[in-house]
């Protein structure tokens, strides 16, 4: 059965049986399905195509921390993880959860959202990270040659 915008969860110790009866229901029927999760620092990222919502799973029993409006993803490529968080890209910017603090967008104050619309296409998406100099790697899934290197942080 597809369920387009909820999230059925294991039975504890049984990683592989989902029932119907076991879910997470964030925002239902909101006219957007599930793009891409993601976990980092005991919360769920859920991404849908505007939406993004942190979900707390790191107790006895899950609950929504908080709702970022125009952080969705239109791609699921466009969301890697990391050992120093989760980045992502969307029309607004990109990225950067760390599990400390709100996410913050990396090219506030560096790049002209307009300059950021000239690179981004609905087909970007973040093929890694380079540790050993802080770089998210982004590139067109359109077919384009093109990588681009972002300092992140």
Not at 15 to 40: C, H, N, Q, S
Not at 65 to 86: C, D, I, R, S
Request: charged share 25%.
């Amino acid at each position: 059965k597809h369920y387009g915008d909820r999230l059925l969860k294991s039975i504890t110790n049984k990683f592989d049986v989902l029932p119907d009866t076991e879910f997470i229901d964030v925002a239902i029927r909101d006219g957007e399905e599930i793009i891409k999760l993601a976990a980092f620092a005991g919360r769920l990222m859920q991404f849908k195509e505007n939406i993004l919502y942190l979900i707390n799973v790191s107790g006895d029993s899950e609950y929504l921390e908080a709702k970022f409006v125009n952080m969705g993803v239109q791609h699921p490529n466009a969301v890697v993880t990391t050992e120093v968080g989760v980045f992502w890209a969307n029309e607004n910017g990109l990225w950067w959860f760390n599990g400390e603090k709100a996410p913050q967008n990396l090219i506030e104050n560096k790049l002209d959202i307009s300059e950021w619309s000239n690179f981004f296409t609905g087909n970007t998406m973040i093929v890694g990270y380079y540790k050993p100099e802080r770089k998210v790697i982004i590139m067109d899934a359109a077919g384009s040659d093109d990588v681009n290197l972002c300092t992140t942080y």
